[in-house]
């Protein structure tokens, strides 16, 4: 009888044992909203500066042009769209107010609005000629995903820097957010205050942009009809700006921020571009940048536009670094993206599909050097679902897996992912190349430090028998989405 209950026993360890080995490791927080891991996976969008200043030549308006300046001659919103999606954009944010006033939707709320203008296009349901009413439309057709820019300053308004001003701003806001269906995302910059038009008062006006403008009331605005749209400022809630208007994340670069620290203006460029270590909420990093050296069309500027090449690259330092790419497309003053933005544009997207057309390691062999369980699988790591992964033991912060090649192959880039839904963990890692008969380092002219929703290496080309992923240093048990090699 004993032994027949010390057998049970030790059946009871080891069903229990084998149980917890395919449990998923706990979550390390900070986490992301559901929202915010499907916003990471549209990587890359489209932003359209378009206004009063393509007419002005200026970037900054100071609010005193006349509406009627805006006169685009042969304006086509679907050719802005079919453009974003030939280029492979998942979604398109509009400037649908700049810090010169100037709205380009037809706001009841100040005549310095698009249908003072001398445009005279398509017209809405109240027969108003409705630039944001178009881009819905055309963005319903084309299967993109539609988001906003309304400036929180305000050349043009003669309260600025009141009260008066803030109950405005709220109003324009809850205009937007409620009458153009279903928004992405909703852009908050961080220039505000100094000097404008102020309804002919021509002065500089300071405000404290911490609390000036009562951003609590503005994300409840947004969050109450709008509660699946990413928020963007330099504090986030939803994705913060990443400190530079390059369009380059931090090789290092966590999807933390410390929330009540960073705010609209936060001088500290650093911590934009690389999170924060010790943050307290997951807000990822957007890059920003523009196609042209201006936001806003220049004619001069034709000749300066962003080769393929060099869009590309801004792809791998930005999607490519835990961040995702919003890139700007000036409409030019006939109300189209210029021939020359557009051939590159696409052109750029051709590069990234053919880089990443054969995952090399879809027919490897797979080994880890400890794993979870069947259920959690570095085998897994090659059947592209989002869901599945491979995790460590509770306790095991490093770890490896080792892809072998049937035969010698040529590599030149790698991809790797973590499950995010369960927090960003990985700290260091490191990868190596089985060339010949010795483990060589590779070494990508970066440091390889955090990997996130997504980190892409670009090394010299060379034949390996096998690639080694190694995880040197995390938050916690290794949990891995995805490894792919090119």
């Known amino acids: 009888m004993k032994r027949i209950i010390i057998s049970f026993l030790h059946f009871f360890i080891i ?12 979550p390390i927080g900070p986490l992301p909203l559901p929202k915010q891991v499907e916003w990471q996976k549209m990587e890359t969008y489209a932003f359209v500066h378009y206004g009063l200043n393509s007419f002005t030549d200026k970037e900054w308006g100071y609010g005193d042009a006349d509406p009627k300046t805006f006169n685009p001659s042969r304006m086509d919103v679907e050719q802005w769209v079919r453009t974003f999606k030939q280029a492979g954009m998942k979604g398109v944010i509009i400037v649908a107010k700049h810090h010169d006033g100037f709205t380009m939707w037809p706001s009841p709320l100040t005549d310095y609005n698009i249908t003072r203008s001398s445009y005279d296009g398509p017209k809405n349901k109240d027969g108003k000629v409705d630039v944001l009413a178009e881009l819905r439309k055309a963005c319903d057709k084309y299967g993109l995903k539609m988001g906003i820019y309304l400036s929180p300053w305000d050349r043009n308004h003669a309260e600025y820097g009141r009260q008066e001003y803030v109950d405005y701003y709220h109003k324009q806001l809850t205009d937007l957010v409620t009458n153009y269906g279903p928004l992405f995302e909703v852009w908050l910059d961080g220039a505000n205050g100094g000097d404008g038009y102020y309804g002919g008062a021509r002065e500089t006006r300071k405000i404290d942009r911490r609390n000036y403008y009562d951003f609590p009331k503005i994300h409840s605005i947004i969050e109450e009809h709008q509660p699946q749209a990413i928020i963007f400022s330099d504090g986030g809630p939803g994705c913060r700006w990443v400190g530079n208007e390059r369009g380059v994340a931090g090789s290092l670069n966590w999807s933390f921020l410390r929330k009540k620290e960073v705010y609209p203006g936060y001088p500290n460029k650093q911590d934009l571009e690389q999170g924060q270590t010790d943050g307290d909420t997951w807000i990822p990093a957007e890059c920003d940048v523009s196609i042209r050296p201006g936001w806003f069309y ?38 189209r993206v210029n021939a020359i933005d557009s051939a590159n544009a696409v052109r750029f997207r051709q590069i990234i599909d053919v880089d990443m057309k054969t995952n090399l390691l879809r027919k ?8 979870r369980g069947k259920k959690f699988s570095a085998k897994k790591l090659k059947d592209g679902k989002w869901d599945t992964y491979w995790a460590t033991p509770d306790g095991e912060n490093s ?29 260091s890692f490191t990868v190596e190349a089985l060339v010949g008969d010795r483990w060589k380092m590779v070494d990508a002219g970066e440091p390889t430090t955090t990997i996130g929703y997504k980190r892409i290496l670009r090394f010299s080309a060379l034949e390996a028998s096998a690639i080694r992923v190694s995880i040197t240093d995390a938050r916690g048990p290794i949990c891995l989405n995805n490894i792919e090699a090119y």
Do not use: M
């Open 15 to 26: 069903s229990f044992l084998a149980q917890a080995q395919n449990t998923p490791p706990a």
């Open 298 to 335: 220049h004619p001069e500027e034709d000749s300066k536009v962003k080769t393929p090449e060099q869009l590309a690259d801004l792809y791998y330092k930005s999607v490519g670094r835990n961040a995702t790419f919003l890139l700007n497309f000036p409409v030019d003053r006939e109300g």
């Open 364 to 371: 490897a062999k797979v080994t880890a050097s400890s794993e």
């Open 399 to 427: 770890g490896s897996v080792t892809f072998t090649f049937s035969k010698p192959t040529k590599v030149h880039q790698l991809l790797l992912q973590e499950y995010i839904p369960l927090g960003q963990r990985v700290k």
